[in-house]
């Protein structure tokens, strides 16, 4: 079963698409493509355990809560990775469990002379295979890093509990989110006030990734807060704060002697700790069950069966058709919706950190800066995994008369858009904090800039990928689906795209201002454009179908 679902998750044969004549479909191939991919989200998730240490430094510890005990700022850092830890599960499974269900294994065996309880046992450990590698990572390098931070191999152990607890909330979590999104989003019609639905949704399961950002971005804020509760507001306010989960799980290795416990009474925190175990038993029975109710849920139309309604037809653009196709179907796929909204959510997270933070304009101008830097850069690593979208879009890019500019053109728009719409949303915030005609005439003239220098990224990769897809005559879905494909065809995207930006910083820290910033990296952004453009569009095989 789980071969199936590695098969078509990376093949997608169900989805559309087709069977390469020189390339045979192999079902090692594909486990080793889709281990490639857990490989990289557990290597995240281990990027986030290895950082306690540096965050429990004394360095760190000393100047990012200064006046905060250091038992209640330690506690809210391990609570923190836990948090993240439960997000970025969860997000893996929301990304994963519709290609559980799009493989379609467990409808086939449930028609089998098969005992109930093997058909259970099935789901359960295939479902359990799509985890595997990004739990067993969150309960090894978790205990490890906390134990190493706190210098105590007790600490490490006491952690365990409340890495568990994560990693089954988390999977819990993506199977009870995920059954309702496949029955009442993925499943949902067109139309407008549809779509909207969708999008809203999308936004709130995009919101585990974002935490990432929001907790890195929104940290200092964190604190003071917290450092006001402690010294003004009530005891009972703090004593509530500390006893949500998974904080007392979270404190539990400071609790052990020779550790700072937080400046929490130890009666609450450890009873809420001993309940959130004791409410983990239930969870973890439903969960036994769950995961075959939901491989044989079945995607609900919200049509009603026998209505009929009517189509319009209009006339467009094949780019502007393109664009939309694509956007129409992220809205129906979390794991694209996220290339899309992951770039708006940290600008949104950054431009509202520079508002909310009051530092002075010049300051603004700066931080809005970094977050159209990273919005661009973002844009660009995901830029490729666009082209993973024609397998659904079979019908409109390949039995169609579409020339590959058309199809270029389309997937350049929605990198752009997307990299405008992160750009609008800061410049909104920025000029809410800094309503200076010069800052803001400033900022839309960086982004405009920095414009040339993401459309010439994305002809970069898009270039390889079709460069490669010749020689090796697979169709770019099937290419783009390995894991290692998202670095070699993203790394020299990132530096196109980077290099403006690095030439901005560079003059701005030898006291550079004005023009003399911004018209330097224009030039670099048109003269990488001018040089790139012939290159690629002559590897792209020019209006060839």
């Given amino acids: ?13 169900r989805a559309g698409n087709s069977a390469n004549e020189r390339v045979t479909p192999d079902a090692r191939e594909a486990r080793r493509k889709v281990l490639e991919s857990k490989i990289l989200i557990s290597a995240l998730l281990s990027l986030v355990a290895l950082a306690i240490p540096v965050l429990l ?8 809560a200064p006046a905060l005990p250091i ?6 850092v391990l609570d923190g990775l836990l948090v993240l830890d439960l997000a970025l599960l969860w997000w893996t499974g929301l990304q994963a469990l519709p290609t559980l269900l799009g493989a379609g294994v467990q409808p086939l065996i449930e028609t089998l002379p098969i005992r109930e309880s093997t058909l259970r046992d099935a789901a359960l450990l295939t479902t359990a295979r799509l985890f595997d590698l990004p739990a067993l990572s969150v309960l090894i390098f978790t205990p490890l890093a906390v134990g190493y931070a706190l210098g105590s191999p007790w600490a490490g152990l006491a952690i365990l509990p409340g890495a568990f607890a994560a990693v089954l909330v988390a999977i819990g979590l993506a199977l009870a989110t995920g059954k309702f999104y496949v029955r009442h989003v993925q499943g949902s019609r067109g139309g407008f006030s549809r779509a909207a639905l969708r999008w809203a949704y999308l ?37 509530l704060l500390a006893s949500a989960f998974p904080f007392p799980l979270a404190a539990l290795p400071l609790y052990l002697p020779g550790q700072f416990a937080p400046e929490v009474s130890a009666a609450p925190v450890l009873a809420s700790a001993a309940i959130y175990l004791v409410v983990l038993a239930p ?20 049509e009603p069966a026998g209505s009929s309604r009517g189509f319009r037809i209009s006339g467009r653009s094949v780019p502007v058709a393109i664009l939309q196709k694509d956007l129409r179907i992220a809205s129906r796929t979390p794991g694209f919706a ?13 431009g509202l950190w520079s508002f909310f933070g009051a530092p002075r304009g010049v300051d603004v101008f700066s931080v809005g800066s970094a977050a159209v830097a990273s919005s661009a850069l973002l844009a660009a690593f995901f830029a490729p995994a666009f082209f993973a979208i024609e397998v659904y879009g079979y019908a409109f890019t390949r039995s169609l008369p579409i020339s590959r500019d058309a199809l270029l053109a389309g997937k350049v728009a929605m990198v752009a858009a997307i990299y405008l719409g992160s750009a609008g949303l800061v410049l909104g915030i920025t ?9 803001i005439n400033s900022f839309v003239f960086f982004v405009v800039a920095e414009l040339a220098a993401i459309v010439a990224a994305a002809l970069v990769e898009f270039g390889i990928l079709y460069w490669r897809a010749e020689r090796s005559g697979l169709p770019i879905t099937g290419l783009y689906a390995g894991a290692s494909w998202v670095l070699l065809v993203s790394i020299p995207g990132l530096f196109v795209a980077g290099a403006p930006l690095v030439i901005f910083e560079y003059l701005r820290t030898a006291g550079s201002t004005g023009t003399g910033l911004l018209i330097p990296m224009a030039a670099t952004a048109l003269a990488e454009l001018a040089l790139v453009a012939p290159i690629a569009l002559r590897t792209l095989g020019r209006g060839s179908a």
Wanted: glycine share 6%.
């Fill in 57 to 64: 430094g004394r360095t760190v510890e000393s100047l990012a």
């Fill in 283 to 302: 969870l973890a029975l439903w969960m036994w069950g769950a995961p075959r109710e939901f491989a044989r849920t079945p995607a609900v139309d919200a």
């Fill in 338 to 350: 996220l290339l899309i909204l992951l770039p708006l959510l940290n600008s949104a997270a950054i």
């Fill in 431 to 439: 000029a809410l904090a800094v309503p200076t005609a010069f800052a």
């Fill in 71 to 76: 038992g209640l700022y330690r506690a809210s």
């Fill in 1 to 13: 079963m789980y071969t199936e679902v590695a098969f078509q998750a990376i093949y997608g044969l």
């Fill in 203 to 239: 936004v709130l399961w995009t919101l585990p990734a974002f935490a990432l950002f929001g907790f890195v971005t929104f940290s200092p804020q964190f604190f003071l807060g917290l450092l006001s509760l402690y010294e003004h507001g009530p005891a009972w306010a703090l004593t």
